[in-house]
């Protein structure tokens, strides 16, 4: 597969990528990398950002993402029953969050959030209060960061913590870009606890940046996907959500 392939399938799976982190991972000069993307940008497979590119329109669902939909969906349902009434809860963002804030259905709780999509869906349920991290929109995303985030949650403390993850290597939680991180870590300093989310397809995926090691959660949640004795030896307790739909089932 060529470079220029490769940065499609990068994108398309995982979202924005800088171009510093690009050039970084091909070994390549950063203006090698912004020829590839503005060929790719004309060729409409993927979409030029400020500094790096992210996925163009997203296309029709194929049977690999619906099988991954109902995936997170058992996996939102699992971690949504481990959250308790009264409790005030951090939500990354991502797909996987976005699919725990729609299992939510509590009558006294408080969550907190600075992705858009994960805020829309919890303003649908007048019972669970929202607060909103603000800052600046990362670029090819639906999540905030930056200075004003940081400084909104050194004023915050919640019960616990559900971030998502990029990629689930042997020794913690990575993400391919650099950008969110230092987001992410003040979001664990102000949770007593915390849950890693991810369906089975992000583990051994490889990505560039460290984000947390498994000492940082409680538990990890994903679905039945993977290998039970794989998930008995995991440094932490990894919690399987069946995920069982028609397509599996060869409907």
Same mark, same amino acid.
């Given at each position: 597969?060529?470079?220029?392939?490769?940065?499609?399938?990068?994108?398309?799976?995982?979202?924005?990528?800088?171009?510093?982190?690009?050039?970084?991972?091909?070994?390549?000069?950063?203006?090698?990398?912004?020829?590839?993307?503005?060929?790719?940008?004309?060729?409409?497979?993927?979409?030029?950002?400020?500094?790096?590119?992210?996925?163009?329109?997203?296309?029709?669902?194929?049977?690999?993402?619906?099988?991954?939909?109902?995936?997170?969906?058992?996996?939102?349902?699992?971690? %949504?029953?481990?959250?308790?009434?009264?409790?005030?809860?951090?939500?990354?963002?991502?797909?996987?969050?976005?699919?725990?804030?729609?299992?939510?259905?509590?009558?006294?709780?408080?969550?907190?959030?600075?992705?858009?999509?994960?805020?829309?869906?919890?303003?649908?349920?007048?019972?669970?209060?929202?607060?909103?991290?603000? /800052?600046?929109?990362?670029?090819?995303?639906?999540?905030?960061?930056?200075?004003?985030?940081?400084?909104?949650?050194?004023?915050?403390?919640?019960?616990?913590?559900?971030?998502?993850?990029?990629?689930?290597?042997?020794?913690?939680?990575?993400?391919?870009?650099?950008?969110?991180?230092?987001?992410?870590?003040?979001?664990?300093?102000? %949770?007593?606890?915390?849950?890693?989310?991810?369906?089975?397809?992000?583990?051994?995926?490889?990505?560039?940046?460290?984000?947390?090691?498994?000492?940082?959660?409680?538990?990890?949640?994903?679905?039945?996907?993977?290998?039970?004795?794989?998930?008995?030896?995991?440094?932490?307790?990894?919690?399987?959500?069946?995920?069982?739909?028609?397509?599996?089932? /060869?409907?």
């Amino acid at each position: 597969m060529s470079r220029r392939e490769e940065i499609v399938e990068l994108i398309d799976e995982q979202g924005f990528q800088s171009v510093t982190t690009l050039a970084r991972k091909y070994a390549v000069d950063a203006s090698t990398i912004r020829r590839d993307l503005e060929r790719l940008a004309e060729e409409k497979r993927i979409r030029r950002t400020h500094g790096g590119a992210a996925p163009a329109e997203p296309s029709a669902p194929t049977r690999t993402t619906e099988l991954q939909s109902w995936e997170k969906a058992a996996i939102g349902a699992a971690t %949504a029953d481990r959250i308790l009434e009264n409790q005030t809860v951090l939500l990354d963002s991502g797909t996987t969050c976005l699919e725990v804030a729609k299992h939510l259905d509590h009558s006294r709780l408080t969550v907190v959030t600075h992705d858009l999509l994960v805020g829309l869906e919890i303003s649908r349920k007048p019972r669970i209060n929202l607060v909103f991290i603000g /800052g600046e929109l990362l670029p090819g995303t639906t999540s905030m960061w930056g200075p004003a985030s940081l400084q909104q949650l050194d004023n915050m403390r919640v019960n616990v913590a559900v971030f998502g993850a990029g990629a689930v290597m042997d020794d913690g939680i990575y993400a391919s870009s650099s950008y969110s991180i230092e987001l992410k870590r003040r979001m664990r300093s102000v %949770a007593g606890e915390a849950f890693f989310v991810a369906d089975s397809s992000k583990f051994g995926r490889e990505a560039l940046f460290k984000v947390f090691g498994f000492e940082d959660f409680t538990a990890g949640i994903t679905d039945d996907g993977i290998d039970p004795i794989r998930a008995a030896r995991w440094p932490i307790p990894l919690i399987r959500a069946p995920a069982t739909n028609k397509l599996k089932k /060869g409907g």
